[in-house]
């Protein structure tokens, strides 16, 4: 427990520090939940911000009177160092921090091409009446010169419906969209490319390249958070695994007291050692004292 608190502390005090490291355990305890307790107040904050469209009052403008905005706000900093050090800790580059941004407003890109492509389409029945009856209700009345006035209009307008009813009028709407012809669109797109072949290539390739980039981009992502840490020590601190030196023993403050391993003998070496001693000192005895006074 004083670990999994521990990850929340650095997760606060370390906010500003980007030149760190952070284990992929660390970063799971902390952001799965940070974001469960933004969503969690979204609710609140949504029927707050209806509530106040209902009693046709502007709502506060404010981000840090919803709480789901503050604590977003709050937590940008901290999440964003977090997963900064989180690439340092998997030997990747804190560049790679901005695929969530790349995920989110392509992500957004795609979605409104999508739906810019449902609403432009044969949309026939009641579905279209009912919905042009509620654009012009809402944006052409007396007060169109207000937009809050029309946001209010809207706002009545899909409450006297009711959700249910509008669930429906959207399921209409989809039921009523042609479904793709796949082989009548490849066979359009290998016609335009006998046709003008640069062109349609290039459209095909930015195509391709708006669908896949927010899936892409969070993959990429996903991958890098739970890339296993480097167990070896980097640029931005000191890994798991320890390195062991050669010779380990009592540090000395004697410069030359290494060398001293130089120089160890074994039980038998010293034993030899004195035996050979003996030898030279009774050979210079006897060449030298004897000799003398034997000649004298």
């Not at 601190?237 to 004697?254: C, F, I």
Request: proline content about 5%.
């Amino acid at each position: 427990m004083k670990k999994f608190l521990s990850f929340f502390e650095n997760f606060a005090f370390k906010a500003m520090k980007f030149d760190d490291r952070a284990s992929p355990l660390e970063y799971w305890c902390v952001m799965p939940v940070i974001w469960l307790l933004i969503l969690v107040m979204v609710p609140g904050d949504a029927h707050a911000f209806w509530g106040f469209l209902l009693a046709r009052e502007v709502p506060p403008l404010n981000p840090f009177y919803y709480e789901s905005l503050m604590l977003f706000i709050i937590t940008f900093i901290p999440r964003l160092s977090l997963t900064v050090r989180r690439l340092h800790d998997s030997g990747k580059s804190g560049k790679w921090a901005k695929l969530p941004f790349v995920a989110v407003s392509s992500g957004l890109v795609l979605i409104l091409g999508l739906g810019s492509a449902i609403l432009t389409s044969n949309v026939g029945g009641d579905a279209g009446a009912m919905a042009a009856v509620g654009m012009g209700m809402a944006f052409g009345g007396v007060d169109s010169d207000s937009i809050w006035n029309s946001i209010f209009a809207v706002a009545a307008i899909l409450n006297a419906i009711g959700w249910d009813a509008i669930w429906a009028l959207f399921a209409e709407m989809q039921a009523n969209v042609p479904a793709p012809d796949v082989a009548g669109g490849i066979s359009n797109i290998a016609k335009e490319m006998q046709k003008e072949p640069a062109l349609t290539s290039t459209m095909l390739l930015v195509m391709v390249v708006m669908i896949a980039t927010p899936f892409v981009a969070i993959m990429l992502h996903f991958f890098f958070m739970i890339s296993p840490s480097e167990l070896d020590e980097n640029s931005f601190g000191a890994g798991k695994r320890k390195h062991k030196t050669l010779v380990e023993g009592p540090k000395s403050a004697n410069p030359f007291a290494g060398y001293k391993y130089l120089y160890e003998r074994s039980p038998e070496q010293e034993a030899q050692l004195r035996i050979n001693q003996k030898e030279e000192i009774r050979s210079l005895y006897q060449t030298r004292v004897l000799a003398k006074s034997g000649s004298s």
